[in-house]
T-cell receptor, first 110, second 113 residues
């Protein structure tokens, strides 16, 4: 079946790196995504990775994909207080449907 | 370039009533998907519209229906509202039904009392 799991909370100090982890079950997923949601807002697409890639870097964001273990991670370098939000991992299922995890709430302390 | 716009932003309805939510996709996008996000949860896929037809549907009852217009905008209708339908309803647009990037609107917060 389709399922995406994430840990619920992560707390880091400003300036540290944050690593948010995700596991998924659908090995046929073509793309894997990271979205950010701030309080009372919609979802902002941060980055995505094609399933035949191992890594993608985009400024402060690094995505690592371990296809064998169906494990995805998002590393945010030099985390700032403005990065505090809920981060969702999603797998791109058949026909463009997205399957989301429950979200990881990132808290950045000054 | 306008992104995805949804209306209204907030709505309060009574159990048993019907509601219509609206979405205009990002300029250049032709596919609209709807998601329901309950409090503290990730978004759940409701359905997707492409070329004015429902192409995929998630695990939602028939009370949830939709429509796509020739200008690619879309409506989500929910009949016989239940308290459990209270949620943030998100619209996402993409190019093509298998579009790589899906962009989300700000959502409509529906409260059923």
């Amino acid at each position: 079946g389709e399922d995406v799991e994430q840990s619920l909370f992560l707390s880091v100090r400003e300036g540290d790196s944050s690593v948010i982890n995700c596991t998924y079950t659908d090995s046929s997923s073509t793309y894997l995504y990271w979205y950010k949601q701030e309080p009372g807002a919609g979802l902002q697409l941060l980055t995505y990775i094609f399933s035949n890639m191992d890594m993608k870097q985009d400024q402060r964001l690094t995505v690592l994909l371990n296809k064998k273990d169906k494990h995805l991670s998002l590393r945010i370098a030099d985390t700032q207080t403005g990065d505090s939000a809920i981060y969702f991992c999603a797998e791109g299922g058949q026909g463009g449907k997205l399957i989301f995890g429950q979200g990881t709430e990132l808290s950045v302390k000054p | 370039d306008a992104g995805v716009t949804q209306s209204p932003t907030h709505l309060i309805k009574t159990r048993g009533q019907q509601v219509t939510l609206r979405c205009s996709p990002k300029s250049g996008h032709d596919t609209v998907s709807w998601y329901q996000q309950a409090l503290g949860q990730g978004p759940q896929f409701i359905f997707q519209y492409y070329e004015e037809e429902e192409r995929q549907r998630g695990n939602f009852p028939d009370r949830f229906s939709g429509h796509q217009f020739p200008n690619y905008s879309s409506e989500l209708n929910v009949n016989a509202l239940l308290l459990g339908d209270s949620a943030l309803y998100l619209c996402a647009s993409s190019l093509g039904s298998r579009g790589t990037e899906a962009f989300f609107g700000q959502g409509t917060r529906l409260t059923v009392v």
